[in-house]
C-alpha cells in the first residue's frame, strides 16, 4: 500500500467559542471505501469542507493527495471528484450539455457518453436536468464527479432522500467506482449503507473521532462477535453442547446463543457434533453485529457524557 | 485547454443560458424595449434643454438604453450570482479545475456583450422609429461609455451578490438600489429643474454619468470623439471600488450552509 490519499493529524476548526473539530486523526488509504459517520452538528460537514479545500481549518496537519487542502491547486482539483448535498448544475442545460462543458475543464477526462451510461442516464441525455428526477439529478452529479476522472471521490450522504431502489442503484455505481480503482470518502446517515459499501468508517460526535476500524470491528467486543443462535429443546440444551464453543453457550428466551469471533470454525465444529448425534438444530442461524447498534451505543454516550459536565 | 478557449466556452456557455432563461430574458432584454417603445411613443414633439434642445422622444432613447445597460449587468449578475451560490452551482463550479477567475470572466464578458447587443437594438429601434441617430463623430464616446459603464457596473453587481443573503431576497435587493437611482438619474424624465441638493446627491452614483455620458453622445452639438472624460471617470472609479468589495467579500458557497 503506497502513500495514503488523507492524511490528517491533529485537525481543529472552531466557529467562534464552539469547537466544531477537536483534535481529528484520519488516514485513508488508496483504493479503500472509507465511510464518515455521525449525527448532524458532529463536525462531519467541517471536517469533509477541510479537507475539500471549501474551508479553512484552525490547526493541525492536512494532506490530501500529498496537497495541503487549504491551498487548492489545479492539478489537484483535477484529480477530485465531489458528489455534495449543496451542490446542483444549472437546469436549463441537458445531461450531454453538462457533461460536455465539465469535461473540457480537466486534461483527460473520461468520455462524456460513457460516463453518462455509466450512471445509467443514456436515455436522457438530452433531457434537461431540471426535468430530470431528484435520484436522476444525483446521478448527473455522480456522472459530473467522475467526468474528470478522479483518484478521489468525496460522496457527501449520496442516497439521502432515495427510495429503496434508488439506492440499491447507487450502491451498485458506487461499488463500480470502487472496481475502477477510485478512493472513496463517503458521509452517510445510514448504518446499513456504510456496512455494505465502505472498508473502514471512523464516528465522529462531538467534534471527536470516537471509534474507528471496519464495520464488523466497531464498537470492540459487543461490535465484532457474531452470535450463533438455535432453539432450545430437551437434548438441545447449553450443558449438552461440546465444550470449546466460541465465548461458550448462553441460554435464554428459548434459545441457545453462541457468541464467537470465529464463526465458521464453530458453526463447523456445532453442526459436526449434531450431525455425529443426529439431530437437527432448528431455526439456526447466524446474526452479525449490526453497525447501527454500535453506532447508537457510541453516538450516545458522549451526549450523556456532555449532559452530565 | 488554454485561458483563452477556456474564456471563450465560458461565454458560449452563459450565452446559451441567457437565451434559455427567458425569466432573464424577459426582464433584462424584453422590458426596456417595451418602455422605449411607449415612452419614446407617448413623447414625441416635446423638447428636453438639458441635452441641446433635443426632442424627448430622443431623450428617452439613451435613457433607456442606461437602463438596458444596468439590467443586462448589475442586476443580472448581482441576481444570477445570488440565485447560483445559494443553489450551490457556484460550489460546484469551484470544485472544478476551471480557474474562479475564468468564470468570472466568463460572466463578465458576456454580460458586456449582451449590455453591447442591446444598446444596438435600442439604438438601432430609436433611429428606425423616431428617427434619433447618434451622430458618427461622438461613436467613440458611446463605445467607451458603454465599455467602461458595462465592465464598472459588472463589478459592482458581483460585490453586492455577497450583500443578498436568499435568492428570493435578491429581486427586493437589486430593486431597492437600482430604482431610485433611475429616477433621481434622469433615466425616466429631465432632472434638470430639480434642485441643487438633489442633483448632488444623484452626482454621486454612477447611474447619473452614465446618463449624461450617454446624453453627450447623443447631443447634436458634441464635437467628435464625444467622450465625456468626466463622467466616464467617475463610473471607472464606482467599478474599482466594486472590483475591490468584490474580491473581499464575493462568496461561492451557500449562505445557508454557514
Not at chain 2, 428606425?128 to 458618427?136: A, F, K, R, S
Request: hydrophobic residues 45%.
Amino acid at each position: 500500500m503506497g502513500e495514503p490519499v488523507i492524511k490528517v493529524r491533529g485537525l481543529r476548526k472552531s466557529y467562534g467559542s464552539v469547537e466544531a473539530v477537536r483534535d481529528i486523526d484520519l488516514e485513508v488509504a488508496a483504493g479503500e471505501v472509507f465511510a464518515f459517520l455521525g449525527p448532524n452538528g458532529a463536525g462531519k460537514t467541517t471536517t469533509v469542507e477541510i479537507l475539500e479545500g471549501y474551508r479553512q481549518r484552525d490547526a493541525g496537519e492536512v494532506s490530501v493527495l500529498g496537497v495541503d487542502p487549504a491551498h487548492p491547486t489545479r492539478e489537484w482539483r483535477e484529480r477530485i471528484g465531489l458528489v455534495l448535498q449543496d451542490m446542483r448544475v444549472e437546469p436549463l442545460l441537458t445531461v450531454r450539455e453538462v457533461l460536455e462543458l465539465y469535461a473540457g475543464y480537466y486534461r483527460r477526462p473520461r468520455s462524456v457518453e460513457e460516463t453518462i451510461a455509466l450512471v445509467g442516464l443514456t436515455d436522457k441525455a438530452d433531457e434537461r436536468v431540471g426535468r430530470l428526477s431528484g435520484g436522476q439529478q444525483r446521478r448527473v452529479d455522480v456522472a459530473l464527479a467522475l467526468i474528470g476522472d478522479p483518484d478521489l471521490v468525496f460522496l457527501d450522504e449520496p442516497t439521502t432522500g432515495f427510495d429503496p431502489s434508488a439506492r440499491r442503484g447507487a450502491w451498485e455505481v458506487i461499488s463500480g467506482l470502487r472496481a475502477l480503482g477510485k478512493s472513496i470518502f463517503l458521509t452517510t446517515h445510514y448504518m446499513d449503507e456504510a456496512q455494505h459499501l465502505a472498508d473502514r468508517v471512523a464516528i465522529i460526535v462531538g467534534g471527536r473521532i470516537v471509534a474507528e476500524g471496519p464495520p464488523s470491528e466497531l464498537g470492540g467486543e459487543r461490535g465484532r462477535l457474531a452470535q450463533i443462535r438455535f432453539r432450545a429443546q430437551d437434548g438441545l440444551r447449553a450443558a449438552d453442547l461440546p465444550s470449546g464453543l466460541g465465548r461458550g453457550p448462553v441460554e435464554g428466551d428459548g434459545w441457545v446463543r453462541i457468541a464467537s469471533d470465529a464463526v465458521v470454525a464453530d458453526l463447523h465444529a456445532l453442526t459436526g457434533w449434531a450431525l455425529e448425534r443426529g439431530v437437527d438444530l432448528p431455526g439456526l442461524e447466524v446474526e452479525r453485529p449490526r453497525l447501527e447498534d454500535v453506532y447508537l451505543d457510541l453516538t450516545a454516550e458522549p451526549e450523556r457524557e456532555a449532559v452530565e459536565a | 485547454m488554454s485561458a483563452a478557449a477556456l474564456l471563450l466556452r465560458q461565454v458560449a456557455y452563459e450565452r446559451k443560458l441567457l437565451v434559455r432563461n427567458s425569466a432573464v430574458l424577459f426582464f433584462s432584454i424584453l422590458l426596456p424595449i417595451i418602455f422605449l417603445v411607449i415612452f419614446a411613443g407617448t413623447a414625441k414633439d416635446s423638447r428636453v434643454a438639458e441635452a441641446g434642445g433635443i426632442e424627448l422622444s430622443a431623450y428617452y432613447v439613451p435613457g433607456i438604453a442606461v437602463l438596458g445597460i444596468v439590467s443586462t449587468t448589475f442586476l443580472n449578475l448581482a441576481m444570477g450570482l445570488t440565485r447560483q451560490r445559494e443553489a450551490g452551482i457556484l460550489k460546484r463550479m469551484r470544485g472544478t479545475p476551471l480557474p474562479s477567475s475564468i468564470y468570472i470572466a466568463g460572466r463578465v464578458v458576456a454580460a458586456i456583450g449582451t449590455a453591447f447587443v442591446l444598446v444596438a437594438v435600442l439604438l438601432t429601434l430609436g433611429w428606425v422609429l423616431y428617427g434619433i441617430d447618434v451622430p458618427g463623430r461622438t461613436l467613440p464616446g458611446l463605445v467607451l461609455t458603454v465599455a467602461v459603464a458595462a465592465a464598472s457596473l459588472c463589478c459592482l453587481g458581483i460585490a453586492y451578490s455577497a450583500a443578498i443573503p436568499s435568492e428570493d431576497a435578491a429581486p427586493a435587493f437589486g430593486n431597492a438600489v437600482v430604482l431610485p437611482l433611475y429616477f433621481i438619474s434622469g433615466v425616466f424624465f429631465s432632472t434638470e429643474g430639480a434642485p441643487g441638493w438633489f442633483q448632488t446627491i444623484a452626482d454621486i452614483f454612477p447611474v447619473r454619468h452614465l446618463v449624461q455620458s450617454m446624453l453627450n453622445v447623443y447631443n447634436p452639438h458634441t464635437a467628435a470623439p464625444g467622450i465625456a472624460w468626466g463622467h466616464v471617470g467617475i463610473i471607472a472609479a464606482w467599478g474599482t471600488v466594486g472590483a475591490v468589495l468584490a474580491l473581499r467579500f464575493f462568496r461561492w458557497t451557500p449562505r445557508r450552509s454557514g
